[in-house]
């Protein structure tokens, strides 16, 4: 199949590639991620919104330490997922379906996060704008925004046209083919999913944000200051950096 522009949108795409996309080590990590946001972002409440919460890997690590949270996703069968873990690890989870541009409800939240780069995912940076100002709206006064992505430096300085992931518990295989497009802004993924003796083709773009660039947005969107670090772990933005990790906080 072929993904359209609003390759987000189709159930499919996160269905058949979910074992690649979530592996139980992927999963695993969780905890660990949530004890260091929290330790970077030291909100002053316990009201949360997980913002693209996927499969409710950190929604659930997230509620396991006492906090109020609000996982929104605009995909069933993910929520559906984070619903089963949640009642697994045995926490309350509020689930929402929602569009990330369109989630309004106006200075609920100490805490809002968004995290393995589920931001970008637009044709035009108009909507990632939109998506901004409806976080920081969402915030409590002195409230705090995480973002965690992949940097337009980490992709210069590593980049690699083709990937090809180890087998996923499912037997299925899965070759990305990667291709920087207009100037540097964003990167087309072309993915085959191998399973069965059956090839599936999915194609996607994801716009690259510089560490400055991100910086400049979230001011743009009227948070008062905004940190950078190279990891979760709290390292410096610099050369050794291993993703994008933004702490935005409302005034």
Request: hydrophobic residues 45%; negative net charge; contains cysteine.
């Amino acid at each position: 199949m072929s993904v359209t522009t609003d390759w987000f949108e189709d159930d499919e795409f996160w269905v058949a590639l979910y074992p690649h996309l979530f592996p139980q080590t992927r999963l695993d990590a969780a905890d660990e991620q949530i004890d260091r946001l929290l330790k970077l972002a030291a909100p002053t409440g316990g009201d949360v919104l997980d913002l693209c919460c996927g499969p409710g890997r950190h929604a659930v690590a997230l509620a396991k330490r006492g906090l109020r949270v609000t996982g929104v996703d605009r995909t069933q069968f993910l929520l559906d997922r984070a619903a089963a873990r949640a009642q697994e690890a045995g926490v309350s989870i509020e689930l929402v379906r929602e569009d990330m541009r369109r989630f309004q409800r106006p200075a609920a939240f100490d805490l809002v996060v968004n995290l393995f780069t589920s931001f970008g995912y637009f044709d035009s940076r108009d909507d990632d704008r939109a998506v901004l100002a409806a976080i920081h709206g969402n915030l409590k006064p002195g409230g705090v925004a995480v973002f965690d992505m992949a940097s337009k430096e980490y992709l210069c300085a590593h980049f690699q046209p083709t990937l090809a992931t180890p087998p996923a518990p499912d037997g299925s295989f899965l070759v990305q083919r990667h291709q920087v497009i207009e100037d540097w802004a964003r990167v087309k993924n072309d993915w085959l999913l191998i399973k069965d003796g059956t090839t599936r083709a999915f194609t996607f773009a994801v716009r690259a944000y510089s560490g400055q660039e991100l910086k400049d947005l979230l001011a743009g969107a009227g948070f008062a200051s905004v940190t950078l670090f190279g990891a979760l772990d709290g390292r410096p933005y610099g050369v050794d950096l291993e993703r994008l990790i933004a702490v935005a906080r409302k005034a």
